[in-house]
Nanobody
């Protein structure tokens, strides 16, 4: 099993930046890709960004391209999501996920493990 713990959420104003972290523990050797999803009230959970441990190019949703950056620290088994130029539309619960495959899937079923989520609220 793999455990994922997200940190870094909070309340910010529009235009601010925020960095989320996700630390993996347990059978981390089985992980090849980690990603971030978000779920706004009344909406489905959506893919935001993903990155493989192997160094393949990261994958981003169109809604966050140019504003969000995903990065990783293999030694710490940690993935980060730097979020810039935040807008109220970015308000959601952000979830970290881990996948066994080395590609970077952009869909929920591609990921096997999930964190508990962290709330990000952007005020106007």
């Amino acid at each position: 099993q793999v455990q994922l713990v997200e940190t870094g959420g909070g309340l910010v104003q529009a235009g601010d930046s925020l960095r989320l972290s996700c630390a993996a523990s347990g059978r981390t050797f089985s992980i090849n890709t980690m990603g971030w999803f978000r779920q706004a009230p009344g909406k489905e959970r959506e893919f935001i960004a993903g990155i493989s441990w192997s160094g393949a190019p990261a994958n981003y949703a169109d809604a966050v391209k140019g504003r969000f950056v995903i990065s990783r620290d293999n030694a710490k088994n940690t993935v980060y999501l730097q979020m810039n130029s935040l807008t109220p539309e970015d308000t959601a619960i952000y979830y970290c996920a881990a996948a066994l495959r080395s590609s970077v899937p952009g869909y929920l079923s591609g990921y096997s493990y999930w964190g508990q989520g962290t709330q990000v609220t952007v005020s106007s």
